[in-house]
């Protein structure tokens, strides 16, 4: 709690004009994350060699390392949208190998993922192509509000973590429809409309564990709703809707990897 006035002074400026553009940061983001961090691992580091010589050095520090993995986080995204417009049809395994080299150029991130627009007449295809590519149990999967994942109820649109990398880590949000979360669906719907990076709430992941981490996530739309729109919009893109958006990559950090870069 020490740390939250100089945590603010210090990100302030950057929540006005946002570091990264566009980019989508919520106040209630940046309340917990500095509950969270600045006063559990302040407390914890103590009696520990990482010890500072004052509390705003300490929120200074956090700040920068924010901002740093705001930036890659942001790098990623505008990777992925790149190997999306770059093809018609990315299998799992380009994914993979794409994911892969991005994650050991910038290892702070934990998980990189594509989630598709998928139609509910489209779902019963989908989920049978991936498991005959390997995964035999996948599923578009629903998370409760007690945190239980079941099998995903008939719906006229979803956004299934399709592909993920790396899988082993993040198996258990493969299949998970994000679209249907409560607390995310207005993020991603503001994100269609306005070709919007967003910056998430921080939350736990279904991948289990007692962290916080936060997602950010940016729209990938059909390439020539893109060029259609920007040629007669003097190279902007106007607002977006469900029809011209084919999907979401997004990429996760954990709020502790933030910590223990300092």
Known sequence: LLVTPALLK?????LRRGSVHPLVISAPSLIMLVLVV????????LGEEKRYSSTAEYGSQIAAEIRWQLREAHFALKAMQGLYYSSDHITS?????????????????QALEWAPKITGDQRA?????????????FEFIH???????????PRSVYFPILYVYPYEANKRAHGLDIHQLSYRRDEILDAIQN??????????LVQGGQDFSYIVFTPVYHLDHLTADQASNGGKQKSAGMNEVLGLVQVVVRFRDIVDQI
């Open 125 to 137: 295809e989908v989920e049978a192509r991936m498991r005959r590519q390997g995964f035999p149990n």
């Open 10 to 14: 210090i990100l302030k400026p950057q």
């Open 93 to 109: 395994e380009e994914f993979d190998r794409f994911s892969r080299h991005l994650q050991l150029t910038m290892p702070g991130l």
């Open 38 to 45: 600045g006063s559990f691992y302040y407390v914890r580091d």
């Open 195 to 204: 070709n919007l990076t967003v910056f998430s709430s921080p939350m736990r």
């Open 143 to 153: 998370r409760t509000p007690n945190g239980e994942l079941i099998a995903a109820e």
